[in-house]
């Protein structure tokens, strides 16, 4: 058994909307037969792994003789690598497997929450397959703990974690944007960002005047908040001093420290402060001694400036039993599921280390000691959770008038997310009647005790600091278009993202000519993917998306948001891609550019094009409604879905029209539509149509479509080698990145239009396609094309030199056409030789690769002939691809 590949899909994706590892397994199977020992490998992972009995005995329908014993064992290790998640504390569900046409190779998807369990857990699940295979030790315990311990490190913590589930039951979306807990929440302009239980609301001069702990006080006192008496010091005879000065017993902490690091409280002797200065001196040089309320322990969350939950604390402790060592005690408590390592647990470990054993020496005990029975031993002075003391909800005991002291104590020091640990006997009292004070506000405050308190019920922190952050109707969302499909993808995402620029959006536009905020572009090549969109989403200035969502992107990684407002499929043509990354037909195609329309918003629109087949059966997969358009307006399906009081776009008598149900407007005049030729240039039409569809979807007002569609002349700079058309020297030079026979059909037909005498191409297919797609290329240029220089790519994609253009000279026997064959290598040398015998009356397509290279090239070429053979500038640009 090994893995070839294994990608993260980390969006929505063609298996599922949750995150997918997507491997390739290979798994040789000559002489094993017909499964003869899927019961003995079955009965030896049970052996292997007792977890599984249940899951293992789900692949007996197996046994039926149509599948491979590979098939079978292939199904096992998703099984064991998605159990293995489960048991180490992931709830993850999804394990499938499939053939993948190739041989003893099996395409296994299993389900994950972190990346790196996954991973570790799917090389581990091989690892113990191949184990009960050789029937060799394995220990499954080890890996079960190895997997949950790594998943509590890296997994959200309990504070960010309660917030993000808090925003996901909003319908806000989130994306982790460290390692850590810095989450954004909400797309574009619409996002906040969290670090842990701070907010992007939170104050920086607040989070300062709250870690000096002596100014934190003044400021209190000086609104009337009770604070304990105390002072800075800076030696230990100077603490000692200041703890004589305040009488009684007292508090020693640093005066920026947090999480209760270096704290010791109730302190009355000189050993005792002195110690406590030395452990507090470790934490910070600036030491605060102040006077020790007596009383319980208690930490109030405002967030708001309202209170939200209150717990009262209590520090680690155990009690005796008269036979167990206070090590031996600590233990066993540390075996509760709920206490960890770190904070990814409701509670912390109670640790033995130097500060617990000087509690245990002021109570003249050891680790080694042997209580009494009933005998409470304490392990720590202060009731922080970070060092395993535990907490009961109090929220529903706290008096208004504590409520209202802490509230105002939040607002002078100015945070909007604040944990305030009040001393005081009794909650339910006034803290005024009680000597009650307010010791401390802290910053980021934890939020564990409040979530799963020891006792009570957990409170809905989470909520409170995401209602704090958004408003009662605002998900946090902004306007999101996906664009997909064979041909007419990048013209109609550049002309959504110039309708919704009209519309006074600031639009973030990502396609395969780079990724635009406005009108400024911000990253080059093919930016098509996941990972472009993600860029867009978390710009803060964008308030409009519209992403062109590539076929290789999907497969790759899925998609880079969790749902679109309106998904746009143009078309589903055959002849590209095919015969790579598993696609191996249109319906394959299909499959996979239609996760777009299986993400669509339940409120949101699908526009598909209900002229082509593929796309139009897409319908049955869209969670929200249908927008369906075609060149006429009788065309079947338009007429059956707007008489069910669907939406539907057309044209008629050389107008855009919308129509639903028995209503309908004329949108624009094709005649004033510079992209389409005055409506002669078919694909531009269907593209125009669907861009119409998907902004009426999202409730432009129709003046606004028309005044974008009259105002999109497109260009080499903005629409770049998308039919764009140029004149010189009386000939006409159309530069154009099709590269499929669909695209070469739909750009005959256009040329067409255009009036000449002579028709020439320079043109290559791509060296990734199918034998068969390339020859059909070269078939239609030999039927539709008078003169052709072919030349060798300088990419030949896995192909022998030579052998694109010996598959495109077989393609050219099939057509009448072509009477002349030009040969060359590299395409800048082919459009030279191409321009060289430009004649008036010709007309040339120009297929551009490399973009920008060929646009610059013709453009400087045509600039240099005589200025009476010339014109003075671009004369019109359209938009196919």
Known sequence: MEFRTTRALRGPNIWSQQTVLDSHLEIPTAGMGPLPDLDIFRSRLKGVYPGLSTVVDEVAHLRAGTHSVGLAYAALLAKVALQLQIDAGCPVTLGHVI??????????????????????????????????????????????????????????????????????????????????????????????????????????????????????????????????????????????????????????????????????????????????????????????????APGSDYRLLVIGNKLIAAARREPPQVTGDGRRTIRELVAEVNLDPRRGEDHATPLSKIPIDEIACGVLADQGLSPESIPAAGQRVLLRRNANLSTGGTAADVTDLVHPEVSARVIDAVRMVGLDIAGVDVVASDISRPLEKQSGVIVEINAAPGLRMHLEPSSGKGRPVGEAIVASMFGENDNGRIPIVAVTGTNGKTTTTRLIAHILKCNKAKVGMTCTDGVYVGERRIDTGDCSGPKSARMVLTNPIVDAAVLETARGGILREGLGFDRCDVAVVTNIAEGDHLGMAGIETPEHLARVKRVIIENVARNGFGVLNAEDPLTAAMADYCPGKVVFFAKSGDHPLLKNHRAAGGKVVFTQNNWIVAAEGQWEARVANLATVPLTFGGVIGFQVENTMASVAAAWSLQVPYEVIRTALESFTSDVRKVPARFNVLQAAGATVVIDYGHNASALVALIDALEKIPHTRRKIVYTAAGDRRDEDIVRQAELIATAFDEIVVYEDQCTRGRQDGEVVRLMREGFQLGQRLKKIDETRGELIAIEMCLKSLAAGDLILIQADQVELAIEFVQGYLSKLPEEHRSAALVKSASKE
């Open 99 to 292: 053939e993948t046409g190739e041989p003893n190779v099996y395409r296994v998807i299993v389900e994950y929450r972190e990346e790196p369990v996954g991973r570790i857990a799917l090389h581990h699940a091989r690892e113990l397959c191949l184990a009960a295979l050789t029937e060799h030790p394995f220990s499954t315990d080890t890996v079960i703990s190895e997997l949950r311990t790594l998943d509590q490190q890296i997994r959200l913590g309990p504070s960010t974690g309660a917030i993000v589930r808090a925003a996901v039951a909003r319908g806000i979306p989130f994306r982790r944007l460290n390692e850590r807990s810095l989450v954004q929440l909400g797309y574009g302009a619409k996002q906040h960002r969290i670090l842990a239980a701070e907010t992007d609301k939170t104050s920086a001069v607040a989070e300062s005047i709250v870690q000096d702990k002596e100014l934190t006080k003044r400021l209190l006192d000086a609104i009337g908040v009770p604070v304990p008496k105390g002072r800075p010091v800076t030696t230990a005879d100077d603490a000692w001093e200041a703890a004589q000065e305040i009488g009684g017993a007292v508090v020693v902490k640093p005066q920026n420290g947090n999480q209760g690091r270096g704290v010791a409280v109730n302190l009355t002797t000189k050993e005792q402060v002195l110690a406590a200065f030395a452990s507090a001196k470790e934490e910070g040089d600036e030491i605060i001694v102040e006077q020790f």
